[in-house]
């Protein structure tokens, strides 16, 4: 009896498996799932831990230059493998300098391509301004590249609705899906009582790359802080300080992630109102929200989808709106604790990996 021919999947990606969180809160939580399902899958990260442990830092310059280095021999050695997968699965890019002749030349070894694409990186730099902070990043987004990707990929898998109809037109093929962040709930799970015996803490997780959004509400705190008590918990992966504002900074882990956010009253989520957020998820609202965590948030983008203000969440745009949602959310527990079990409600039912698996799946095949 002739064996089955198992699918191969060949996943080129930026990031080390496990660190980034637009990769570990998409794709990469299914990879199981997919072997289970009959697929065999390889994770080709252009960055090793040691690059991605200094690629926001100032200097670093050699282990820059080395990490990248090592980048571009994998991605030569991806080259004399491409034709053995079914499947070529790449998330935001393959190399980050250059023209798209990299680009052009897995496409022509690819028996199939998906493209996957977190954020609106086709954007120029002055419609992306907030995000594009240092020169490595600068070099890293080549908008040539993408575009070559969305256009002929097989199919382009989408951040946001907003990314997913831009795609829609440029792609030859017609085939892009959004398909948002999710989490897995049975990982995720609350833990608030929503009480007002102990000190309200207000949260927000991210990484350098988000930190000028955080940046945003700075005077928010400072003026919040003379009318409430409460601490500010940050979790991220550089230092940060508000002159008059009690701040706990909290290096993000893998292993207490779950742990740091459980001890979050209320979860904020700054943005800009730019082309740039158009391309977002949503990631830190549902991240917050699977916990039972009240959250108060920019009312732009796919943040606006997700939540419904004064249903499952906050929604504001000025900055005497998010003095007066925060402060009415610290003092009022039962409003808290209505918010906090609606956008739980929300996250089980539509964002959640028991969920969301299925439209990768279908693609897949």
Request: positive net charge; proline residues 2%.
């Amino acid at each position: 009896m002739k064996k089955k021919h198992l699918k191969r999947i060949l996943i080129i990606c930026p990031y080390p498996v496990g660190e980034a969180a637009g990769q570990r809160l998409k794709y990469e939580q299914y990879i199981d799932d997919w072997r289970e399902r009959g697929y065999e899958v390889k994770i080709s990260p252009f960055m090793s831990k040691s690059l991605w442990n200094v690629v926001y830092l100032q200097g670093n310059f050699l282990r820059k230059f080395i990490g990248i280095l090592r980048g571009y021999l994998f991605r030569v050695r991806d080259l004399l493998i491409v034709h053995n997968f079914d499947i070529v699965y790449i998330f935001q890019w393959t190399t980050p300098f250059g023209t798209a002749f990299y680009d052009f030349i897995v496409r022509r070894l690819a028996k199939r391509m998906i493209f996957d694409l977190e954020d609106f990186v086709v954007l120029s730099n002055k419609d992306s301004s907030q995000e594009i902070r240092n020169n490595i990043l600068k070099n890293i987004r080549s908008t040539s590249k993408t575009e070559y990707l969305i256009k002929h990929a097989d199919h382009v898998i989408t951040s946001s609705p907003f990314l997913n109809d831009f795609c829609l037109k440029k792609n030859v093929h017609d085939a892009a899906t959004f398909i948002s962040s999710s989490v897995d709930i049975k990982r995720f799970i609350p833990s608030n009582n929503y009480t007002n015996e102990k000190r309200i803490t207000i949260g927000w997780t991210g990484t350098f790359s988000s930190k000028p959004y955080l940046d945003l509400i700075q005077n928010v705190f400072v003026r919040l802080a003379d009318i409430c008590d409460f601490k500010l918990r940050i979790i991220a992966n550089f230092d940060y300080n508000i002159r008059g504002v009690d701040c706990e900074v909290i290096q993000w882990t893998k292993l207490k992630e779950v742990e740091d956010l459980q001890g979050i009253d209320v979860g904020v989520y700054p943005l800009e109102d730019s082309k740039w957020v158009l391309g977002k998820s949503g990631l830190k609202a549902i991240q917050y929200m699977a916990f039972g965590i009240p959250t108060i948030a920019t009312d732009v983008g796919t943040t606006s989808q997700i939540i419904k203000h004064r249903e499952n969440g906050w929604l504001v745009k000025t900055e005497e709106e998010w003095l007066e949602g925060l402060q009415v959310l610290i003092e009022n527990q039962e409003l808290r604790r209505k918010l906090g079990t609606k956008a739980r409600e929300t996250i089980v039912n539509r964002y959640s990996t028991d969920v969301v698996k299925e439209q990768y799946l279908n693609i897949l095949k």
